[in-house]
């Protein structure tokens, strides 16, 4: 699968170390800048049952949108993803999350939208998270799949707080937003061009 010049160079590679298969139910937080856009791309992955927009890596009295937004605390937007192990696996959401779902190469922004509120992170629950997240980015940029170092932070999940019942399925609620339409279509349209396998609908 080749990239478009300007959002990675050569092929985007599956993760050499994936999590273990299993059945039943997982769950995996990860912020890429806005959560309307995020929570988008991935509800369309097959075996993934259900996304939540929140706030992760700061307190519960912070866990509050137009706090957050201050760009005074510790918390990411983020999403958590609900997924069937036993029909997609955790390297395979990271493959979209690094592809398509944001760009891990901007520091504390992405796209129009700047903070450390928007910064790259993936918020693991256990060791076997963090040892595939942190190997699929070492594979990532030694293979120089972009043209820049990855700045994803890879933190542990002490808490996912979820955001506020308007924030919930948002572009699906909003589709006509101006800024969905210039910021959150393209990735989900991308996702699905990239990744036919993986998501839902397919093309």
Same mark, same amino acid.
């Given at each position: 699968m080749k990239f478009k010049a300007?959002?990675?160079?050569?092929?985007?590679?599956?993760?050499?170390?994936? !999590? !273990?298969?299993?059945?039943?139910?997982?769950?995996?937080?990860?912020?890429?800048?806005?959560?309307w856009c995020t929570e988008a791309v991935f509800q369309q992955i097959a075996g993934v049952e259900k996304v939540y927009?929140?706030?992760?890596?700061?307190? !519960?009295?912070?866990?509050?949108?137009?706090?957050?937004?201050?760009?005074?605390?510790d918390h990411a937007e983020a999403i958590q993803v609900v997924y069937d192990a036993s029909k997609v696996t955790l390297g395979q959401l990271l493959k979209v999350f690094f592809a398509v779902a944001h760009d891990p190469t901007q520091l504390n922004h992405q796209g129009p939208d700047w903070g450390r509120q928007y910064r790259s992170a993936i918020f693991y629950a256990d060791e076997e998270q963090k040892t595939v997240a942190e190997a699929y980015i070492a594979q990532l940029n030694g293979a120089k799949v972009f043209p820049k170092k990855i700045v994803t932070e890879v933190a542990p999940l002490n808490a996912f707080y979820e955001a506020e019942t308007y924030h919930q399925n948002y572009v699906n609620r909003n589709p006509h937003n101006p800024y969905i339409m210039m910021n959150a279509i393209p990735k989900v349209e991308k996702a699905r061009q990239y990744f036919p396998e993986l998501t839902a609908s397919g093309d």
């Open positions: 300007g959002e990675t160079t050569g092929d985007f590679p599956d993760p050499a170390i994936d !999590a !273990a298969p299993s059945s039943g139910r997982q769950s995996i937080v990860l912020a890429g800048g806005c959560f927009s929140g706030y992760a890596g700061g307190s !519960a009295e912070d866990a509050q949108y137009d706090v957050v937004c201050s760009g005074r605390t």
